[in-house]
Nanobody, 115 residues
């Protein structure tokens, strides 16, 4: 089974940028979609961004124009470029692979945005 490992989280000041990476141990080519989700303390996990196998993307309204999701099938890696970060972006960010019959989650990476 494919495993997902996120990296790139950390502490950043408001207005700064981070790039998250999600490296898969196997092919993501056949995944229907790859996504980034986040969970802030005391809140439910929510979709941040999603990219389909065909390259179509969708974003949460709160991150549109600030975040960009991309995928490199050759490297089996998905990225989330986060710009103009806000304190409310603070959360654990999880990578997700949706194969239709199966969903796989990574362990998450913590992003903390200080004001």
């Amino acid at each position: 089974q494919v495993q997902l490992v996120e990296s790139g989280g950390g502490l950043v000041q408001a207005g700064g940028s981070l790039r998250l990476s999600c490296a898969a141990s196997g092919s993501i080519f056949r995944a229907n979609a790859m996504g980034w989700y986040r969970q802030a303390p005391g809140k439910q996990r929510e979709l941040v961004a999603r990219i389909s196998s065909g390259g179509s993307t969708n974003y949460a309204d709160s991150v549109k124009s600030r975040f960009t999701i991309s995928r490199d099938n050759a490297k089996n890696t998905v990225y989330l470029q986060m710009n103009s970060l806000k304190p409310e972006d603070t959360a654990v960010y999880y990578c997700n692979a949706d194969y239709g019959y199966l969903e796989i989650w990574g362990q998450g990476t913590l992003v903390t945005v200080s004001s």
